[in-house]
């Protein structure tokens, strides 16, 4: 398990913590878990290169300190490989995953950053 400190917007001092595989990443505030991303690592050369895709966001009690950003930057540290989210404006994917609520701002947010990757379909 991988594990830092980071000092938010509001001052506080949050650990973050991933799990050996990459696919879960939790947020403590002295001790307390306040929220997690769940990711899963996926691969199908050539079709589509490694990457991790995002399940999951429960961070959103949280928004506006920086956690879910330096969350996924020491992501992209540990594991060197992209991540990938769902589609802004699309539709469920099979495997039930979308964007809603403060998750759509924040994966745009994310992209714009190029801390996220778009989806291949979105790529020009």
């Known amino acids: 398990m991988a594990?830092?400190?980071?000092?938010?917007?509001?001052?506080?001092?949050?650990?973050?913590?991933?799990?050996?595989?990459?696919?879960?990443?939790?947020?403590?505030?002295?001790?307390?878990?306040?929220?997690?991303i769940l990711l899963e690592r996926r691969c199908d050369p050539p079709i589509e290169p490694e990457h991790f895709y995002i399940n999951d966001l429960a961070l959103n009690k949280y928004r506006g300190k920086g956690?879910?950003?330096?969350?996924?930057?020491?992501?992209?540290n540990q594991f060197g490989v992209p991540i990938l989210a769902a589609r802004e404006h699309g539709p469920k994917r099979e495997d039930g995953s979308?964007?809603?609520?403060d998750g759509v701002p924040f994966i745009r947010r994310m992209r714009e950053k190029g801390i996220?990757?778009?989806?291949?379909e979105e790529r020009d």
């Open 3 to 36: 594990e830092m400190e980071f000092r938010a917007k509001d001052g506080n001092s949050y650990t973050i913590k991933i799990d050996d595989k990459g696919e879960r990443i939790e947020v403590f505030l002295q001790g307390v878990n306040l929220g997690h």
């Open 67 to 76: 956690l879910g950003e330096a969350a996924l930057l020491f992501h992209i």
């Open 98 to 101: 979308h964007l809603i609520d």
């Open 116 to 120: 996220v990757c778009p989806e291949p």
